[in-house]
């Protein structure tokens, strides 16, 4: 009788565990994480992309019921949050976000992903179904939350190889980050603007066929998912006393008149270790290229 009298007195708990200590929750959080950082890597495919979202439509409506028990507003809020981030219109502030985060995020536009909001009704018939049981069987205090959610927030930014890498692939023995520049100019403008410099551009098809399968699966433009990412390779640049062979470089496709160009590496010399390479090293002929090939082009 005394703990019936001690629950009446207690105050009304402002978040709700049965919503993210249950089955189903663990089920699809653990196959969401699987899925993301190791199915996609090593098999990349339609069917990883395809598990990630009908998990992730599981994950994150029950996470909102968590800190709040209006089942059909946050089922409602998930489905069209996820619509947005599907579609193009969300390109802008991924670009802005990335512009400052230190964990970078990426999606690639797939109008077929949104298949997943089928799993909505299914989540409401079991977020109504845990409603029905005592909310006090689940009371493990809030390190218990912080422990299932901290997860969550990880899965939720990192649920991608960086879109950077899409770009970057590289064979040379200097790799180069961050090497990139947005260029106001079309793809092909950039192209001939290279011609008229005098640089012999070639298709790198070592790196455009090369890559295996799965490689393959991230060179998707997010932009433009049917279309795959095309490498360039100039064969040689002098710039002052460096001669810089085989910089290789891919464009992303911001819009009809603008362009971001990344160069994902070159060959500086037969002799240089680019395994004991510093920060300095790399960061000289990160400041070359934008001197001597980034300003021309803008």
Known sequence: MWWRIKQARSKPFSIDQRFICNPLFFIALII???NDHYFKLI???WWTGK???FTGMIVLPL???????????NLIFSGLLFVFWKSHISQEVIDFYNAFAIIQISRVVDYTDLIALFSLPFVYWYARKLTKISQWKFNFGPKVSLVILLPVVFVFIATAPPYYLRYTYSNGNLKCYKCNATIKMSE???????SEMDLNIQIDSQLTYGLSEHENT???DSLSPEKEIIYYRIDQL???QDTLSDIQ????HLSEDKTKIWVGGMNVSENFDYTNADRKVRRYYRKILKKHLFKKLK
Do not use: W
Request: some cysteine; overall charge neutral.
């Open 51 to 53: 598990i990630s979202d």
């Open 63 to 73: 996470v909102l019921c968590y800190f709040s028990r209006k089942i059909i507003t």
């Open 249 to 252: 470089f891919s464009f992303q």
């Open 32 to 34: 969401l994480l699987v």
């Open 43 to 45: 098999y990349g495919n």
């Open 188 to 194: 092909t403008e950039i192209l001939q603007l290279m």
């Open 238 to 240: 002098t710039i002052d």
């Open 218 to 220: 991230y060179m998707k």
